[in-house]
């Protein structure tokens, strides 16, 4: 595991140390979301997983311990501690408290707005394992509807309806959706191809990418190689793309024009896709929307055929 280079801007909050001594000079008021995205280009690959997750879900990573955290980034709880000392802290301790800092800053400035009752628990503080999970499902829908851009919906509704083909990139886990996707669009009798696996069909499909086609990648955690390599390919041709993911700094999200990010936290030991499943409905809504007297004369069609 290659090690990164001593920080040239200070960690935030306190006197973190690294094995080289202490680090002085530090802001009071800096964001660890906003540092740890200005040194994320610098990381290794494993890393990558760490900075992003903890990026997109300083709730958990604030009060997990370095063994929770790893398994949910999909890495190694040494992967963690290294990642942290490379940040310019002492361990993964040190990370950790700038986290709950940044995380009680975040709270305490929403209840000054008075929107401290939102993230209120659905149920008792003595929830269940089943509590506690739909509970979370609960907080990742409305964190999803509370963050996402309207303009970047309205954008990716526009580049549905418009686009001669799309073409929806999902595999593993996201296959499923890539496929709800597709058939919810095929409802309104839009052209959609899926590529789920890297079987020659699905490859085929990637050759047929034209600068007429809207390119849809979705991803959770670290992006799957088939994923990226539609982004990579699409952009190449000049061809119109998007992502809906749950990692602001995936590889996908960087290679798209227009950005879906939906909340995954989960107590459980996979990650929560209910805002997902949400957000596709929703987007299929929002197309049907645009035109509604001709699209249900297309459902109609579609359910004769």
Do not use: W
Request: charged share 25%.
């Amino acid at each position: 595991m290659k090690r990164l280079a001593t920080p040239t801007t200070d960690p935030p909050n306190g006197t973190p140390r690294t094995r080289r001594g202490p680090i002085t000079g530090t802001s009071e008021h800096q964001s660890l979301s906003k540092y740890i995205r200005s040194r994320f280009d610098e990381c290794s690959r494993s890393q990558k997983d760490v900075a992003q997750y903890i990026v997109d879900h300083l709730d958990e990573a604030a009060f997990q311990t370095a063994e929770e955290l790893a398994r949910r980034a999909n890495t190694s709880s040494s992967t963690v501690v290294r990642f942290s000392q490379a940040l310019g802290f002492e361990g993964f301790p040190e990370l950790q408290a700038a986290a709950r800092e940044e995380y009680r800053r975040v709270h305490a400035k929403a209840e000054s707005n008075g929107n401290g009752g939102s993230s209120a628990p659905l149920f008792s503080l003595d929830q269940s394992e089943f509590e506690a999970a739909l509970a979370a499902d609960h907080l990742n829908v409305e964190e999803t509807a509370r963050k996402i851009s309207r303009s970047a919906v309205e954008q990716l509704v526009a580049e549905i309806v418009g686009a001669e083909k799309v073409l929806v990139a999902g595999t593993d886990q996201m296959a499923f959706f890539a496929s709800y996707l597709r058939h919810l669009l095929m409802l309104l009798d839009l052209r959609v191809d899926v590529v789920a696996s890297p079987s020659q069909e699905a490859l085929s499909r990637l050759g047929r990418i034209d600068a007429n086609t809207l390119v849809i990648g979705l991803s959770a955690g670290r992006p799957h190689p088939l994923v990226v390599r539609a982004m990579k390919l699409a952009r190449h041709r000049k061809a119109h793309t998007a992502a809906i993911t749950d990692a602001t700094l995936s590889e996908v999200a960087k290679l798209a024009q227009v950005k879906l990010y939906y909340s995954s936290n989960s107590p459980a030991f996979v990650r929560s896709h209910a805002a997902l499943l949400s957000l596709i409905q929703a987007l299929a809504y929002g197309v049907y929307a645009q035109d509604t007297a001709q699209y249900d004369d297309r459902i109609k069609a579609f359910r004769l055929k």
